[in-house]
């Protein structure tokens, strides 16, 4: 899973620079950047997620919130979605979503590994 989320933070980082020329820059930048950082922190050390309760929780609140963003963006234009803002946005918030499932995935497997408490 480590790969995985290292993938996912490279590309959701380059989601967010990319961002520089649309309306709602700050918005789309945070939506993308946050969850880049989360993907970072899984694949480089993800043993800090069991030492930091505040990043566990953060990161918790940020996954319900990826929840909400997917469902409130579900896109409903398929035809010509390339030229679609709210698809294109739906689309995003796919990979924002998946992205945190990776790192919930990883957790739960990094959690499965720890030793056991003696």
Do not use: K
């Not at 579900?74 to 803002?85: A, Q, R, S």
């Amino acid at each position: 899973m480590r790969y995985v989320n290292g993938i996912f933070a490279i590309v959701l980082g380059l989601f967010a620079l990319v961002q520089y020329n649309d309306p709602d820059f700050i918005v789309w930048f945070l939506i993308y950047a946050i969850p880049s950082v989360f993907c970072a922190i899984a694949a480089s050390r993800p043993a800090f997620y069991r030492t930091s309760g505040a990043l566990r929780g953060a990161f918790w609140a940020c996954f319900a919130l990826a929840v909400v963003g997917t469902v409130w963006y579900w896109p409903t234009v398929w035809t010509d979605w390339i030229h679609v803002e709210e698809t294109r946005e739906g689309v995003g918030m796919w990979m924002v979503m998946a992205s945190m499932i990776a790192v919930a995935l990883g957790l739960r497997a990094e959690r499965r590994t720890e030793p056991a408490p003696a």
